[in-house]
Nanobody, 116 residues
Framework: QVQLAESGGGLVQPGGSLRLSCAAAGSIFSINVMAWYRQPPGRERELVASISFGGGHTNYADFVKGRFTISRDTARHTLYLQMNSLKPDDTAVYYC?????????WGQGTQVTVSS
């Protein structure tokens, strides 16, 4: 089993920045890909960015390219999402996901609200 815990969400003005963190615990050796998803109000969950935990290969949704950066600290077993130039459309619950190749693990989510 893998436990994931997100932190760092909150209220920010348009154009501002936030950094989300996701601390992993448990059988983390089984995880080979980690990702951030988000679920805006009234909409389905969508992929924001992903990273391979070994090689660090990253992938981004078009709507965050150039604004968000995903990274990981393998020594601290922590995943990050640096979010810059935030827009009201970025308002959502952000979830951390870890994938072992046969099972996906999810955190509880952290709320990000972009509003003036």
């Amino acid at each position: 089993q893998v436990q994931l815990a997100e932190s760092g969400g909150g209220l920010v003005q348009p154009g501002g920045s936030l950094r989300l963190s996701c601390a992993a615990a448990g059988s983390i050796f089984s995880i080979n890909v980690m990702a951030w998803y988000r679920q805006p109000p009234g909409r389905e969950r969508e992929l924001v960015a992903s990273i391979s935990f070994g090689g660090g290969h990253t992938n981004y949704a078009d709507f965050v390219k150039g604004r968000f950066t995903i990274s990981r600290d393998t020594a601290r077993h922590t995943l990050y999402l640096q979010m810059n130039s935030l827009k009201p459309d970025d308002t959502a619950v952000y979830y951390c996901m870890g994938y072992s190749g046969h099972e996906a693990y999810w955190g509880q989510g952290t709320q990000v609200t972009v509003s003036s």
